[in-house]
């Protein structure tokens, strides 16, 4: 069957259906739906205003909240730190300058940007999202075009409430078959960016199809589209469907009413036609996924947890086994070691990945009367004050104290060392974050990324585990 | 921003792939609120290294970054694009660069050169050995030469984003410009689209 010339992949319909101009030899303007900002990459771009006496165009699409320099362990104000709190409370001046609705540390709406937006209804299928932060892929999950982007592109969303972009490569992922019940998004994601490398997706967005997708939870398609960015794609979606739709319904900023019925009767729309053609093509089979914890200092970096740490001598490509070989060193690890068999000082649940309610149930069902390993260092860090209600109206906080855990306030914590949550120079950490660049969690720190399971395990055993390896 | 038309500068080799975001300017640097002074965290954690390349005396008037592939992947940080910047480079050359990095690079006039894997193998290699090379990255002819190396090669950019670099236009007053366009595309959106109003 021939392919029909105006068949579209979902990301080109979100995209074509918010060009505000579009001339030949120029990128097309897009108009933005939903801009999120935080204090960390704001700053200048609210300056850039000021020299310019440009207002903010659309506050009311406009949401900012205080997540990277938070402590979470006293999120009292105000912070010790002062050039953190210089930070924040230049968003909140510039905030209040320039009317924008602010989320600040300690109130219930606070949280890490990619969690607050789903969780208050206002990531909605269809619509374009930016944030100049790299994780804004997350909300591709509702079938949002959602990328991040720098400064001086902040400052032109605010401006203008749109922005000037070429029109990126399309590129599916699809991960047939069923999961294997030990496996969660997690391991998803990482076993894709191990497969298509760092730069695998450079130029591109990725749509996530497939059986095991449609499967899973908001929750853990947020997880996968949150690594896009780790696999150099501009974004990741997910078509939008019942899953969506019953997470959205009823939340504060959801349509309701007639709206509702509106909006579904548009967002079913929302789907790739089925002879529209990616310009490249991915196809794994999820059935015979395991546990995945990364090893070197890159997220392509990853290999199944039974297995042990590969050696440089086994990368085909010049250029990929001196980056392992700088990779292990770095990590303080000999090629061949048995992964279960490295001992782990610190064990961090949190993160734009895996910070949500459904990722503290986990966590929590693995740990529950169990204890620690003594001498490691623990700590769950809820997304959002949102996140941390629910836990503790479910008892998850008494379960994790219980074990020896930490139990903290929101903030985006020891995923970058931005706050008083650190690794120590040589540290390693099993964590459920999303990136273990060199000195990402604190100089010297050495990153595992792994699943909230497999972290929650690994506190238990004191070494790289699963929950099937506990007794 | 200033227009950026040819830089003719020797290079300093960074003969590692997938240089990510966090190791151009590590996060202790980005709780800064200004857009000056970041020259003094660009690498600055491998710079404690004396043997880092930053540090090697035979480099220390290069204006052209050379790195392997998968340069500027990661964080959004537009504070590496200014760390480079600022501490004196005005052109990177990678055979592929992360999207944000290299839109965050031509938002400031940082000119990301993109060459095949060969290219930039030679280039390295060649500056490695003769720090002395010559390069010129030519923005209006879109292309690369070091003539003593016998090397030479065309780079893409986009035709607006070249305009922009060679004139030096400032992105956001151009769009200003079609401020009536986005009224009109305002009016159309559905009300039912979530608003903080
Ligand atoms: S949790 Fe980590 S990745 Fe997510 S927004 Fe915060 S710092 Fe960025």
């Known amino acids: ?30 108009f933005i739906d939903l801009h999120l900002i935080h204090e960390v990459t704001s700053p200048q771009a609210f300056d850039g205003l000021r020299l310019h006496g440009r207002p903010v165009r659309r506050p009311d699409l406009t949401v900012a909240t ?13 912070i010790a730190d002062p050039v953190s709190r210089q930070q924040v409370e230049t968003l909140r001046d510039n905030c209040e300058e320039f009317g924008i609705a602010l989320f600040e540390m300690g109130s219930p709406g606070q949280g890490i940007v990619h969690v607050i937006g789903p969780e208050m209804g206002l990531t909605q299928p269809g619509m374009t999202i930016v944030c100049g932060d790299s994780h804004t892929s997350t909300h591709g999950a509702f079938g949002a075009l959602a990328f991040g982007i720098g400064t001086s592109e902040v400052e032109h969303v605010l401006a203008t409430q749109t922005l000037p972009q070429q029109r990126p490569a399309t590129m599916s992922v699809t991960v047939e078959g069923t999961l294997p019940v030990s496996c969660t998004a997690k391991d998803v994601i990482l076993a894709i960016i191990g497969r298509i490398g760092t730069g695998g997706g450079i130029g591109s967005v990725i749509e996530y199809r497939g059986e095991v997708v449609r499967s899973l939870s908001m929750e853990g398609r947020m997880t996968v589209c949150n690594m896009s960015i780790e696999a150099g794609a501009r974004a990741g979606l997910i078509a939008p469907d019942d899953t969506t739709f019953q997470y959205l319904e009823g939340r504060p900023n959801a349509p309701a009413g007639p709206a509702w019925e ?12 089925d002879d529209a053609a990616f310009d490249t093509e991915v196809v794994i089979d999820g059935s015979d996924l395991v546990p995945h914890v990364s090893w070197g200092t890159n997220p392509a970096q990853v290999a199944p947890i039974d ?33 279960k068999e490295i001992p782990v000082d610190t064990v961090f ?67 970058l060392a931005m706050n008083p949550d650190k690794l120590s120079p040589g540290e390693r950490c099993a964590s459920t974050s999303n990136r273990n660049f060199e000195g990402r969690q604190g100089k010297g720190g050495r990153t595992h990324l792994v699943s909230p399971a497999v972290a929650a395990a690994t506190a238990v055993a004191g070494a790289f585990a699963t929950p099937g390896d506990l007794r | 921003m200033k227009p950026v038309r040819k830089i003719t ?27 000056t002074g970041f020259e003094r965290g660009l690498f600055s954690e491998w710079r404690e290294d004396p043997d880092f390349v930053l540090n090697d005396p035979r480099f220390s008037e290069a204006r ?53 894997a060969d290219t930039a193998r030679s280039l390295l290699d060649c500056v490695a050995t003769e720090p002395a090379t010559q390069i010129t990255v ?3 002819r879109l292309t690369l030469s070091a003539p003593a190396a016998g090397i030479s090669a065309e780079f893409p950019l986009e035709g607006a984003v070249q305009h922009r670099l060679l004139e030096g236009l400032d992105d956001i007053g151009l769009t200003l410009l079609h401020t009536e366009d986005i009224t009109s595309f305002e009016d159309a959106r559905p009300a039912w689209m979530p608003s903080l109003a």
């Open chain 1, 1 to 30: 069957m021939g392919r029909t010339p105006s068949a579209r992949t979902l990301s080109e319909k979100v995209w074509d259906r918010h060009v505000v101009r579009q001339a030949d030899g120029e990128p097309d303007l897009l």
């Open chain 1, 66 to 78: 205080e997540d990277h320099n938070v402590p979470t362990d006293d999120i009292a104000w105000p």
């Open chain 1, 262 to 273: 509106a909006a579904l009767d548009d967002w079913r729309s929302l789907r790739s036609d």
């Open chain 1, 307 to 339: 297995g042990a740490v590969p050696h440089p001598d086994g990368f085909a490509e010049a250029s990929s086994r001196d980056a392992a070989a700088r990779a292990l060193q770095y990590m303080g690890l000999a090629p061949n070691t048995p992964f």
């Open chain 1, 349 to 415: 649940i949190g993160s734009c990945t895996n910070s949500r309610i459904e990722d503290l149930r986990v966590a929590a069902a693995v740990v529950d009367g169990r204890r620690v390993r003594p001498g490691m260092r623990a700590f769950v860090v809820p997304g959002s004050g949102a996140v941390k209600a629910q836990a503790e109206a479910e008892g998850l906080h008494e379960v994790f104290k219980a074990a020896g855990f930490d139990w903290r306030e929101p903030g985006c914590s020891m995923c």
């Open chain 2, 9 to 35: 500068a020797t290079a300093l080799p960074l003969d590692r792939s997938d240089v990510d975001t966090d190791q151009i300017i590590p996060s202790d640097w980005l709780k800064r609120v200004e857009r």
């Open chain 2, 64 to 116: 052209i970054l050379i790195a392997g592939p998968n340069f500027g992947t990661g964080s959004s940080r537009e504070h590496a694009v200014w760390a480079i910047q600022q501490y004196g480079f005005e052109a990177v050359v990678s055979p592929r660069f992360g999207d944000i990095f290299r839109n965050n690079s031509t938002k400031n006039g940082l000119v990301p050169v993109q060459v095949s």
């Open chain 2, 138 to 140: 030519d923005v209006e």
